[in-house]
């Protein structure tokens, strides 16, 4: 997949998520960074996941390209490259049910396609779908046990969803000591420094 950069701002829950760029991705999904104190405290951190004011809104869609994609995908309903970028232009869309079904769709052709089934288990943290979005995080892992995205996204949902700090402690760490040098292993080394602080107070 071509590698793009794509930076958003998205707050949600109780303290706050932001995305960054992301990396080897052909539509290049926010990633979420999930932080135990607010990026920005001039942020409000009380906002659902697509409606926060500092979100930059969705891309220009490209209607000829979506009718020719869905025109190819009825022609053949196992054209992979084609679900898969219809999927990322709804998820581009904030579509995030439509693409986590066209995603589901791909995975029943290519199961083992990593990187579908991380977008998917993305829009489902966007959708706030916990259970659903750790599961599939964790079908990542039985293949890539060390998949960066995939312990980062799973710290993500631990933490926020299932308000499991040691769940999200052992995944990040996971994530700096197998991928040391990976971009965003700076970034969680300090969010683990920072939820170890929260928890040792009183």
Do not use: C
């Not at 999904?29 to 930059?56: F, Q």
């Not at 990187?115 to 039985?142: C, H, N, W, Y």
Request: net charge negative.
């Amino acid at each position: 997949m071509r590698a793009q950069v794509l930076v958003f701002l998205l707050v949600g829950f109780v303290v706050g998520f932001a995305g960054v760029y992301t990396w080897e991705k052909q539509r290049a999904p926010a990633i979420v960074r999930a932080t135990p104190v607010p990026v920005d405290p001039n942020v409000p951190t009380d906002l659902s996941a697509g409606n926060s004011a500092s979100e930059p809104p969705p891309p220009p869609l490209n209607l000829e390209r979506v009718k020719e994609l869905t025109s190819k995908i009825k022609q053949d309903p196992k054209d992979f490259d084609s679900i898969v970028e219809l999927g990322n232009i709804n998820f581009e869309q904030k579509n995030y049910d439509d693409a986590i079904n066209l995603f589901k769709r791909a995975l029943e052709i290519h199961p083992d396609s990593l990187g579908v089934r991380t977008d998917m288990g993305t829009a489902m943290l966007f959708l706030k779908r916990f259970d659903e979005a750790i599961a599939t995080f964790q079908g990542s892992l039985q293949t890539a046990p060390n998949d960066a995205e995939t312990l980062l996204y799973l710290g993500v949902a631990m933490l926020h969803g299932k308000s499991d700090p040691q769940s999200a402690l052992q995944y990040w760490e996971k994530l700096v000591e197998t991928n040391p040098n990976h971009p965003q292993a700076a970034f969680v080394r300090e969010q683990i420094k920072k939820l170890k602080e929260q928890q040792s107070k009183p």
